[in-house]
T-cell receptor, first 117, second 116 residues
Framework: GAGVSQTPSNKVTEKGKYVELRCDPI?????LYWYRQSLGQGPEFLIY????????DSGLPNDRFFAVRPEGSVSTLKIQRTERGDSAVYLC???????????????FGPGTRLTVL | AQKITQTQPGMFVQEKEAVTLDCTYD???????LFWYKQPSSGEMIFLIY??????QNATEGRYSLNFQKARKSANLVISASQLGDSAMYFC?????????????FGTGTSLTVIP
């Protein structure tokens, strides 16, 4: 079956602009996660959705970052007034469950490389 | 304290040899899951293997096995019969809690290079 997909694969924008990054999780996966990965680092948690609600947004760096998942499937990460420091790869992952155990395994999309000039 | 520590920034292995990638973790939760991911230069994170804290046996998935030493809080990945396609970044991750947690904690990764 289809894996997690993310669009666009690359996004170049200017400082101060608004961007939206899209994630389409694996069908049937109720949990969805956003991560940010800087060069040479492991993924850093941003936000987690269980269904339509953001169950944990403690990783969002500031109020310029926001994410939605209105129908419990596709999610959009929104960044306002982008800054050069926002440049990174944004990864989306989904999992079947979030209750402990192997089925919590997160499957990742290919990522969106965001470059803020 | 770091939740996940990977102390080997880079490793080299001869093709067809075995290699061990180290991972130690820090948690006071008795229930947790440990995961290894591979990230090739293309960027996608590929799930390799899972070990639950209550699992009695070490996990194995094909050429991958996890050397789980609970008392030492280590979860080293062993790759047997290395192939050129194994060259990639490898990340260890942990999920805490019997009710699941909200995030994975990732290490900083180990870059593996397989030499022909």
């Amino acid at each position: 079956g289809a894996g997690v997909s993310q669009t666009p694969s690359n996004k170049v924008t200017e400082k101060g602009k608004y961007v939206e990054l899209r994630c389409d999780p694996i069908s049937g996966h109720t949990a969805l996660y956003w991560y940010r990965q800087s060069l040479g680092q492991g993924p850093e948690f941003l936000i987690y959705f269980q269904g339509t609600g953001a169950a944990d947004d403690s990783g969002l760096p500031n109020d310029r970052f926001f994410a939605v998942r209105p129908e419990g499937s596709v999610s959009t990460l929104k960044i306002q007034r982008t800054e050069r420091g926002d440049s990174a790869v944004y990864l989306c992952a989904s999992s079947l469950t979030n209750t402990g155990g192997r089925t919590d395994t997160q499957y990742f999309g290919p990522g969106t490389r965001l470059t803020v000039l | 304290a770091q939740k996940i520590t990977q102390t080997q920034p880079g490793m080299f292995v001869q093709e067809k040899e075995a290699v061990t990638l180290d991972c130690t973790y820090d948690t006071s939760d008795p229930s947790y899951g440990l995961f290894w991911y591979k990230q090739p230069s293309s960027g996608e994170m590929i799930f390799l293997i899972y070990q639950g804290s209550y699992d009695q046996q070490n996990a194995t998935e094909g050429r991958y096995s996890l050397n789980f030493q609970k008392a030492r809080k280590s979860a080293n990945l062993v790759i047997s019969a290395s192939q050129l396609g194994d060259s990639a970044m490898y990340f260890c991750a942990m999920r805490e809690g019997s009710k699941g947690g909200n995030q994975f904690y990732f290490g900083t990764g180990t870059s593996l290079t397989v030499i022909p």
